[in-house]
C-alpha cells in the first residue's frame, strides 16, 4: 500500500526526474526503436519489461549516452532541463549509472580503482596518487550499501555477487540519480537476490531513480513500482505494478496469452513405460564432492525435470553423466546396456549431448558464424576426400535454422549478434547435429525472454515426442512444472524426492529441496 500511495503521489503532484519523448533510432535504414517514451520518478524502482529485441538495451544506451538518438527523434528531459549527452562519460558525470548484466570490471585491479574509475585521485604535491584517501573514498561508498568489501582486495579473489556490489559501488560513486540494473540477479543465489533487494530499497528511500530490467516475473512484482513494455521497437503500455498481473505483461510482452506458455501435455511415453527400456539409468552413481548414490531412470520420450535450490548438485550430476566430472562410484546404462564415460567424447559416442548452463562461456563460439557453431560438432560428417563439403555443410545449417526457427540474417551472420534466445536455439541445433539418443539441458531457458522460452519448450517437447530421453534442469518452477513429464528434486547431492505431473506444485518442490521427507 505505502509503494500504491508513493507512485500516486509521484504521478499526481510530482514532475517526472527523466522524461524520454517521441525517441526513434534507426541503424543503417533499419528502425529499432519508434516512437519510445518513458518517465522516471525520483525514489522508484521501474521495471523496463520486453521480449528480447524489443528495443530495451538500444532505449537505455541513449539513455546511458553510448547512443543518440535519431536527429528526427522526440526529446530527453532531465531534472526540467532538455538534454543531450554524446558519450557514456558526459552521461555518467550527469548521474546515470549503469550496471549491465555482463559484468564490466578490471579484475586485475582493486575494488577502490574499479569504484573510482574515470575520476580524478587525490595525489600529494608530488602528484604521487594517495592511496590511503582512494580506498577511504571506496569505502565510504560501500559502506553507504552495507557492504563490509575490503578496497584494497582485487575484484579477481571476489564472487560473482561481490563482483556486482563493485558495479553498483561504482555507479553510486559519481552520484548516480539514475541507475540502469540490466537482468542484475541472472547469476544470483536467492540469499544474493535478498541482499540486493536490501540494497535497492535502501537506494530508493535516498531518491535514486531505478531502471529495472529482468525477465522475472516474481522480481518485478516483487520490487517495483512502475513498469513499461516495449514491443518490436515500439512503446506499447506503462503504469503502476499494482494495476496490472504476470499474465497481462506477458499478453503486453508478446501480443499473446500466457495460457499458451510453459505447457506440455502428458507424453505417450507412460502407456508403455513398463515395457520398454529406459534411455538413460543412473544407478547409486557418486562424484568425488557433490553427487551422491544417486539413482534414476529416463524413458524415451520422456522429459524429466531436475529442481532444487543452487549448490544441490544438478549441474555437477549431468557433468558427470557427460563425463566432464569423473564417476567415483556407480553405474550408467544406455539402452539397458552398461557403458564407461571417461569424457565428453565417450558420451557423444554413446549418443548423450550435453547442453551447458552458460551458453556464452561454455556454449558459443562468439566470433564465429551461426553455421559454423550450429555444425561445429559434426564437420567430419561433411569432409569429402579430406576437404570440407561446404556445399553440404551449408545445407544442414539451413536445415537446422528453419526447423528451429532461429531467427538470423543469414546463417553467415555472427552468433555474437543474435539474441539469447536464438542463440540458444543455435547450441541445441549443434547437438541434435550429433543425432542423439539422451539429451541433458541444464538451464536451457536462462537469460531469454519469455516469448523464446515459448519456443525452446515446443523444440523440447517435440523432441521429446520423437523419441529422444530428455533430462531437463531449471531453477524456474513454472518452467519445471509446465514442461516436465515427471519431477526429480535435489538437495545437498542427493534425490530428495520424485513427483508426478499431475501431483507436482511449487510448495512440494520447495519442500523436498528445502530437505523435507
Same mark, same amino acid.
Request: net charge neutral; proline share 3%; hydrophobic share 40%.
Given at each position: 500500500?505505502?509503494?500504491q500511495?508513493?507512485?500516486?503521489?509521484?504521478?499526481?503532484?510530482?514532475?517526472p526526474?527523466l522524461?524520454?519523448?517521441?525517441?526513434?533510432?534507426?541503424?543503417?535504414?533499419?528502425?529499432?526503436?519508434?516512437?519510445?517514451?518513458?518517465?522516471?520518478?525520483s525514489?522508484e524502482?521501474h521495471?523496463?519489461?520486453?521480449?528480447?529485441?524489443?528495443?530495451?538495451?538500444?532505449l537505455?544506451?541513449?539513455?546511458?549516452?553510448?547512443?543518440?538518438?535519431?536527429?528526427?527523434?522526440?526529446?530527453i528531459?532531465?531534472?526540467?532541463?532538455?538534454?543531450?549527452?554524446?558519450?557514456?562519460?558526459?552521461?555518467?558525470?550527469?548521474?546515470?549509472?549503469?550496471?549491465?548484466?555482463?559484468?564490466?570490471?578490471?579484475?586485475?585491479?582493486?575494488?577502490?580503482?574499479?569504484i573510482?574509475?574515470?575520476?580524478?585521485?587525490?595525489?600529494?604535491?608530488?602528484g604521487?596518487?594517495?592511496?590511503?584517501?582512494?580506498?577511504?573514498?571506496?569505502?565510504?561508498?560501500?559502506?553507504?550499501?552495507?557492504?563490509?568489501l575490503?578496497?584494497?582486495?582485487?575484484v579477481?579473489?571476489?564472487s560473482?555477487?561481490?563482483?556486482?556490489?563493485?558495479?553498483?559501488?561504482?555507479?553510486l560513486?559519481?552520484?548516480?540519480?539514475?541507475?540502469?540494473?540490466?537482468?542484475?540477479?541472472?547469476?544470483?543465489?536467492?540469499?544474493?537476490?535478498?541482499?540486493?533487494?536490501?540494497?535497492?530499497? $535502501?537506494?530508493?528511500?535516498? =531518491? +535514486? @531513480?531505478? !531502471?529495472?530490467i *529482468?525477465?522475472?516475473?516474481?522480481?518485478? #512484482?516483487?520490487?517495483?513500482?512502475?513498469?513499461?513494455?516495449?514491443?518490436?521497437?515500439?512503446?506499447i503500455?506503462?503504469?503502476?505494478?499494482?494495476?496490472?498481473?504476470?499474465?497481462?505483461?506477458?499478453?503486453?510482452?508478446?501480443?499473446?496469452?500466457?495460457?499458451?506458455?510453459?505447457?506440455?501435455?502428458?507424453?505417450?511415453?507412460t502407456?508403455?513405460?513398463?515395457?520398454?527400456?529406459?534411455?538413460?539409468?543412473?544407478?547409486?552413481?557418486?562424484?568425488?564432492?557433490?553427487?551422491?548414490?544417486?539413482?534414476?531412470?529416463?524413458?524415451?520420450?520422456?522429459?524429466?525435470?531436475?529442481?532444487?535450490?543452487?549448490?544441490?548438485?544438478?549441474?555437477?550430476?549431468?557433468?558427470t553423466?557427460?563425463g566432464?566430472?569423473?564417476?567415483?562410484?556407480?553405474?550408467?546404462?544406455?539402452?539397458?546396456?552398461?557403458v564407461?564415460?571417461?569424457?565428453?567424447? $565417450?558420451?557423444?559416442?554413446? =549418443? +548423450? @549431448?550435453? !547442453?551447458?548452463? *552458460?551458453?556464452?562461456?561454455?556454449?558459443? #563460439?562468439?566470433?564465429?558464424?551461426?553455421?559454423?557453431?550450429?555444425?561445429?560438432?559434426?564437420?567430419?560428417?561433411?569432409?569429402?576426400?579430406?576437404?570440407?563439403?561446404?556445399?553440404?555443410?551449408?545445407?544442414?545449417?539451413?536445415?537446422?535454422?528453419?526447423?528451429?526457427?532461429i531467427?538470423?540474417?543469414?546463417?553467415?551472420?555472427?552468433?555474437?549478434?543474435?539474441?539469447?534466445?536464438?542463440?540458444?536455439k543455435?547450441?541445441?541445433?549443434?547437438?541434435?547435429?550429433?543425432k542423439p539418443?539422451?539429451?541433458?539441458?541444464?538451464?536451457?531457458?536462462?537469460?531469454?525472454?519469455?516469448?523464446?522460452?515459448?519456443?525452446?519448450?515446443?523444440?523440447?517437447?517435440?523432441?521429446?515426442?520423437?523419441?529422444?530421453?530428455?533430462?531437463?534442469?531449471?531453477?524456474?518452477?513454472?518452467e519445471?512444472?509446465?514442461?516436465?513429464?515427471?519431477?526429480?528434486?535435489?538437495?545437498?547431492?542427493?534425490?530428495?524426492?520424485?513427483l508426478?505431473?499431475?501431483?507436482?506444485?511449487?510448495?512440494?518442490?520447495?519442500?523436498?529441496?528445502?530437505?523435507?521427507?
Open positions: 500500500m505505502v509503494i500511495e508513493k507512485v500516486k503521489m509521484h504521478q499526481e503532484l510530482l514532475h526526474l522524461k524520454m519523448k517521441g525517441i526513434h533510432k534507426t541503424f543503417s535504414g533499419t528502425t529499432v526503436l519508434k516512437n519510445v517514451n518513458m518517465e522516471l520518478y525514489g524502482v521495471a523496463l519489461m520486453g521480449e528480447n529485441g524489443a528495443g530495451k538495451s538500444t537505455m544506451k541513449i539513455l546511458s549516452g553510448v547512443y543518440t538518438p535519431d536527429e528526427t527523434s522526440g526529446m528531459t532531465y531534472k526540467n532541463q532538455q538534454v543531450t549527452w554524446n558519450d557514456p562519460l558526459t552521461a555518467r558525470k550527469m548521474g546515470i549509472g549503469v550496471i549491465h548484466q555482463e559484468l564490466n570490471l578490471s579484475p586485475n585491479l582493486t575494488i577502490s580503482e574499479n573510482l574509475m574515470g575520476t580524478k585521485y587525490p595525489r600529494n604535491k608530488l604521487m596518487v594517495r592511496w590511503e584517501e582512494v580506498h577511504k573514498r571506496a569505502g565510504e561508498v560501500l559502506a553507504s550499501m552495507g557492504s563490509d575490503k578496497p584494497e582486495s582485487l579477481s579473489t571476489l560473482v555477487a561481490q563482483q556486482q556490489m563493485v558495479e553498483i559501488a561504482r555507479a560513486s559519481c552520484k548516480a540519480e539514475v541507475l540502469i540494473m540490466d537482468e542484475p540477479t541472472a547469476s544470483l543465489t536467492d540469499r544474493e537476490i535478498d541482499r540486493l533487494f536490501s540494497i535497492i530499497k $535502501d537506494l530508493r528511500k535516498q =531518491g +535514486v @531513480a531505478i !531502471v529495472y *529482468s525477465h522475472r516475473m516474481e522480481e518485478i #512484482f516483487k520490487i517495483s513500482d512502475r513498469y513499461t513494455v516495449l514491443r518490436d521497437g515500439k512503446w503500455q506503462s503504469g503502476p505494478i499494482y494495476e496490472t498481473t504476470p499474465e497481462q505483461l506477458v499478453s503486453l510482452m508478446v501480443g499473446r496469452d500466457l495460457k499458451d506458455l510453459f505447457q506440455r501435455s502428458q507424453s505417450s511415453y502407456a508403455n513405460e513398463t515395457k520398454i527400456k529406459p534411455s538413460l539409468e543412473v544407478k547409486n552413481l557418486s562424484d568425488a564432492a557433490f553427487v551422491k548414490d544417486i539413482s534414476f531412470k529416463i524413458h524415451p520420450g520422456e522429459i524429466v525435470g531436475f529442481a532444487g535450490l543452487v549448490g544441490a548438485g544438478r549441474t555437477e550430476l549431468v557433468r553423466i557427460f566432464l566430472s569423473e564417476i567415483q562410484k556407480g553405474e550408467v546404462k544406455i539402452d539397458g546396456e552398461f564407461q564415460i571417461h569424457s565428453p567424447i $565417450d558420451a557423444i559416442q554413446h =549418443g +548423450v @549431448a550435453l !547442453v551447458p548452463e *552458460s551458453r556464452k562461456e561454455q556454449g558459443l #563460439f562468439l566470433d564465429m558464424s551461426v553455421k559454423e557453431n550450429i555444425m561445429m560438432a559434426e564437420l567430419k560428417r561433411h569432409r569429402k576426400n579430406m576437404r570440407i563439403s561446404w556445399g553440404s555443410l551449408n545445407l544442414a545449417a539451413e536445415q537446422y535454422i528453419d526447423s528451429l526457427n531467427k538470423t540474417a543469414s546463417s553467415e551472420q555472427p552468433i555474437s549478434g543474435l539474441s539469447g534466445g536464438n542463440q540458444q543455435a547450441v541445441i541445433a549443434r547437438w541434435l547435429s550429433t539418443k539422451i539429451l541433458l539441458l541444464d538451464e536451457p531457458t536462462r537469460g531469454v525472454d519469455i516469448g523464446a522460452k515459448t519456443e525452446i519448450h515446443k523444440i523440447i517437447s517435440q523432441l521429446a515426442d520423437e523419441g529422444l530421453a530428455v533430462l531437463m534442469i531449471s531453477s524456474e518452477l513454472p519445471v512444472i509446465g514442461v516436465s513429464d515427471r519431477i526429480l528434486v535435489m538437495h545437498e547431492g542427493r534425490i530428495a524426492g520424485e508426478q505431473k499431475r501431483e507436482a506444485t511449487q510448495e512440494k518442490i520447495m519442500y523436498y529441496a528445502t530437505g523435507g521427507k
